[in-house]
């Protein structure tokens, strides 16, 4: 079945360091791939997308590219801020509605 | 525009019982899913509903359960609690059913089973 591996966290940065988030993913056919950002003692919030291979989803300063050769969509910042402080989610959805495959999540925290 | 409410926020059940849960969707919206966060197994499908049918189920037993109204608010159900059954219950609901992952989701209701 489908699946979607992301690196474990937490991830601890200072402000305005650059941030990596790896995720890659195994499924059959062409998923939209997605991140989705749930801040502390709220919902998930979706954060970007893309839906085929070598599209670039951006919002925020966030970036991450749908990289089918390597099956990854890893999510990029160059400058974090304390407010970016949350567990991010990479998610798939393989044409089968709105019923998406979700990574572990990362924890990521920013120290002024 | 509000956004998608999950009531009640908080419970707590013993083994044996069993609990409603309601999600009232984004006006407009169609379609609502419901998803279990727990930090074992993270976050899992339950199912899905579109036009008071349900258009997908994920791996659970069938003690969980849903429904959804004309109204598009939806309810779930899990009956006979067990402990496993303590986590984060997150619904999310779409303006159509299939194949955007464009989920807004509510802030989730959180059952602990004693």
């Known amino acids: 079945g489908d699946s979607v591996t992301q690196m474990e966290g937490p991830v601890t940065l200072s402000e305005e360091a650059f941030l990596t988030i790896n995720c890659t993913y195994t499924?059959?056919?062409?998923?939209?791939l997605f991140w989705y950002v749930q801040y502390p003692g709220e919902g998930l919030q979706l954060l970007l997308k893309?839906?085929?291979?070598?599209d670039k989803g951006s919002n925020k300063g966030f970036e991450a590219t749908y990289r089918k050769e390597t099956t990854s969509f890893h999510l990029e910042k160059g400058s974090v801020q304390v407010s970016d402080s949350a567990v991010y989610f990479c998610?798939?959805?393989?044409?089968?509605?709105?019923?998406?495959?979700f990574g572990g999540g990362t924890r990521l925290m920013v120290k002024p | 525009k509000a956004g998608v409410t999950q009531t009640p926020r908080y419970l707590i059940k013993t083994r044996g019982q069993q609990v409603t849960l309601s999600c009232s969707p984004i006006?407009?919206?169609?379609?609502v899913s419901w998803y279990q966060q727990t930090p074992g197994q993270g976050l899992q499908f339950l199912f899905e509903?579109?036009?008071?049918?349900?258009?997908n189920k994920g791996n659970f037993p069938g003690r969980f359960s849903g429904r959804q109204f004309s109204n598009s608010r939806s309810e779930m159900n899990v009956s006979t609690l067990e402990l496993g059954d303590s986590a984060l219950y997150l619904c999310?609901?779409?303006?159509?059913?299939?194949?955007?992952?464009?989920?807004?989701f509510g802030e989730g209701s959180r059952l602990t089973v004693l």
């Open positions: 999310a609901s779409s303006l159509k059913a299939g194949n955007t992952g464009e989920l807004f």
């Open positions: 499924a059959t056919g062409y998923p939209s």
């Open positions: 893309a839906t085929k291979a070598d």
């Open positions: 998610a798939l959805d393989n044409n089968a509605g709105n019923m998406l495959t």
């Open positions: 006006s407009g919206h169609r379609s």
């Open positions: 509903y579109f036009s008071e049918t349900q258009r």
